[in-house]
């Protein structure tokens, strides 16, 4: 996703949380319905898995991916800088001025423009990142015209919600200098329940067609585990990521009426029955325990958080400039660069702070995912293929985990689901009041 320039944009666009993870699978014959009666197959979810080595290619593909995330930060400062002290800015807002006839249709203006701009000159980086890279590691099946069309809409996105959207906190500036940090933080939360809302009905199907889970069995099983977690009338989706990547994933998202399941057609391949079972349960994990919900708050608070730092040093910097940076206040739509250089570097220490919470959740749903599966062993085989596929390190640095890590390194997963059986020694499990008693697996 390419959002050096969009950090504000990019929070509405990409939901940390809600992203799941695959399992990986080592083909484990004719799994078993979910009925779980003492003394059946589940006896061979007892045995181990231990994290496999990663390969020479993964230990690569880590060690540049660490050099590119350097670049990809410094270019994310970089270009907002320059476009802020080059009086770029100021250049551009007067040219949206003397277009845009009202206040409104000139900060969508100077907004489309400096979206264009940074599409422009963020371009070789992109399509290195995106689109050279992942084919260099053979982790991708994208075409260029799939890839440079994705690319021009998620520019469209990104204009319309600025459209949508930017004049609020603007205005917020205008009218309210001293507190429209408090106000536009708050603002935030409707917007990201908004875009959480219409995301998988507006914007995804733009990228990718997502048609209703092909495999009947494995739909029916499904559901009975859906139902067994007390989720009712859920929907599960296949999208066709083939055409994108060779990587697996699987994902809660939507929210209210449009919450649904998504699983990659690449997951589907890869994984057997158990593994794909076992990620179901760790979705319907996000979705019993309120997972979206809650991370569209934790973002929120971020938010708000950012925003006062925002206020804090913008106004402290603008008094210094005295007007060298072609606008005094930061209610003046040429501030916009100052505002998204500072979300970003702030990002860098707040951004820790919502993934630490996130692996939390990540760590809470995989905990409901055995409990209802008790597939201990299949979730560990899943994770092992899912580090192959993904090229994924298991116990990558701490600072990598710090910076990145939305979901607990692979290694620590597979250690937990090694360990994690309380129902061997007779202990209570932690979600259990949220399962049905009765399985209604047999269909
Ligand atoms: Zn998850």
Redesign the pocket.
Known sequence: MRYVFSILILFLLVSPF????GTSPAPTAAASPLASKPGDPLAEENVPVSATEPSAKAMRHYHTGNVWWWVRMTWGLALPALILFSGLSARLRDFARRLGWKWYFALCLYFVLLTLLNYGLSWPLDYYQGFVRPHAYGMSNQTFQKWFADSLKELAIISALGVLFLWLPYLLLKKSPKRWWLYAGLAMMPIYFFVQLIRPVVFEPLFNQFTPIENKVLETKILALAERAGIHGSRVYEVNKSVDTRTVNA??TGFMGTKRIVLWDTMLKKLDERELLFVMG??M??YALG?VIKGILCLSALTLVAFYLIHRIATALLSRAQGRLGFDRLSDMASLPLIVLLMNLLSLILMPIGFAYSRH??HE??RFGLEITHYNHSAATGFVRLQEENLSVPRPSFFYTLTRGT?PPIGDRIDFFNSYKPWEHGEPSRYESYFKPERSAKK
């Open positions: 809600a992203k799941a993870e994902y809660v760790h979705e994990g996000h997972h959740l990540e749903a995989d979901h």
